[in-house]
C-alpha cells in the first residue's frame, strides 16, 4: 500500500498548532511509517504539490495571500483539515473584526506610541477587512478544535485516516473542489 500524502499549511495562526503536532513525539515515528509529508513548515518544500491525500490548516484567512494559498491547497488536496480554533472559527486573529482591518491599521501602527508612526505596506499582502474561519472559503472535511487541538487528538485524527477508520471520510472526493 502507497503511504499517505500528507501535508499542513500555516495561514494567520501563532504556529501552536503545529507545535502540537510536533508534540505527539515518538508517535510522529509511527505515523511517519505510513505517510510522507509532502509539504508542511516543518520540511523544505517551496511549492505545494499536485494530489495530496490529507492536508491539515492551521489559522484563519486573514489576507488575499491566505485566501489564494487556501484555494489552491483545496484544489489539489482530497480531504482538507481545519487544525484548531483559528482555522475553525476565526478565533484569535478575528478579534480585530469588530473594529475592522483599517482603524485596527490606525491603532496599533499610528495611533500607539511608537517611534516612526507608519503603516507598513510595502511587500505586504492585502489584509481582508475580517479574519474568518476556512469553510467561509472552501468545503472543509474535518473540524479539530481547540487552541490548539491537544496532540493526542490530532495523532488519533491523522491514525484514524490511515487506518481508513475516520467514518464517512474519503480521501479522494475532494480534488478540485
Ligand atoms: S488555534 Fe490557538 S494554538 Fe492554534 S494557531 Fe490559533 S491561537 Fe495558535
Redesign the pocket.
Given at each position: 500500500m502507497s503511504k499517505l500524502r500528507l501535508a499542513t499549511l500555516w495561514l494567520d495562526?501563532?504556529?501552536?498548532?503545529h507545535?502540537?503536532l510536533l508534540d505527539t513525539d515518538e508517535r510522529l515515528l509511527e505515523l511517519a511509517a505510513q505517510m510522507d509529508i509532502v509539504y508542511s513548515p516543518l520540511v523544505d518544500t517551496k511549492q505545494f504539490p499536485e494530489r495530496v491525500d490529507v492536508v491539515c490548516i492551521?489559522?484563519?484567512v486573514s489576507t488575499e495571500e491566505d485566501e489564494a494559498r487556501l484555494r489552491l491547497v483545496r484544489q489539489r488536496s482530497g480531504l482538507l483539515i481545519a487544525?484548531?480554533?483559528?482555522?475553525v472559527t476565526g478565533?484569535?486573529?478575528a478579534m480585530r473584526n469588530p473594529l475592522g482591518a483599517e482603524a485596527m491599521l490606525r491603532a496599533v501602527y499610528r495611533e500607539s506610541p511608537v517611534l516612526a508612526p507608519q503603516i507598513p505596506i510595502e511587500d505586504l499582502p492585502r489584509l481582508h477587512g475580517h479574519a474568518l474561519p476556512l469553510h467561509r472559503f472552501v468545503p472543509v472535511d474535518l473540524f479539530i478544535p481547540?487552541?490548539?487541538?491537544a496532540a493526542d487528538t490530532l495523532f488519533a485524527a491523522l491514525a484514524a485516516l490511515i487506518a481508513g477508520t475516520a467514518d464517512g471520510l474519503r480521501l479522494d472526493t475532494r480534488f478540485g473542489a
Open positions: 495562526g501563532c504556529s501552536g498548532c507545535m502540537s492551521e489559522g484563519a487544525m484548531g480554533d483559528c482555522a478565533n484569535v486573529p481547540g487552541c490548539p487541538p
